[in-house]
């Protein structure tokens, strides 16, 4: 079954970084937007920065900076660079596949804990 396969989740400690992959088969991120979700504790899922079908980044409010998303499409990837990590990041992240009258795709879902 086609899904989306992410990894470089793990442990940090606050103030540092780590870098998302995501592997997302062109049959699926050609035609859709792509991007990373998140989900903290306490919290409902909520949207981090994705890519347009057109590929433009757009990135939430309370990314402030810290996180930038980039592509290979050579390679079928989507990262999600994560600098100056805080507690509050501390959740589950997910890759995620999407667009209008599409099938709609998502990880399963990786850790990422940040330690005060």
């Known amino acids: 079954q086609v899904q989306l396969e992410e990894s470089g989740g793990g442990l940090v400690q606050a103030g540092g970084s780590l870098r998302l992959s995501c592997a997302a088969p062109?049959?699926?991120?050609?035609?859709?937007?792509i991007g990373w979700y998140r989900r903290l504790v306490g919290k409902q899922r909520e949207l981090v920065a994705y890519?347009?079908?057109?590929?433009?980044?757009n990135y939430e409010k309370f990314v402030k900076g810290r996180f930038t998303i980039s592509r290979d499409d050579s390679q079928n990837m989507v990262y999600l660079q994560m600098t100056d990590l805080k507690p509050e990041d501390t959740g589950i992240y997910y890759c995620?596949?999407?667009?209008?009258?599409?099938?709609?795709?998502w990880g399963k879902g990786m850790l990422v804990t940040v330690s005060s």
């Open positions: 995620r596949a999407w667009g209008a009258y599409v099938k709609d795709y």
């Open positions: 062109r049959s699926i991120a050609s035609n859709r937007d």
């Open positions: 890519f347009t079908t057109g590929d433009i980044a």
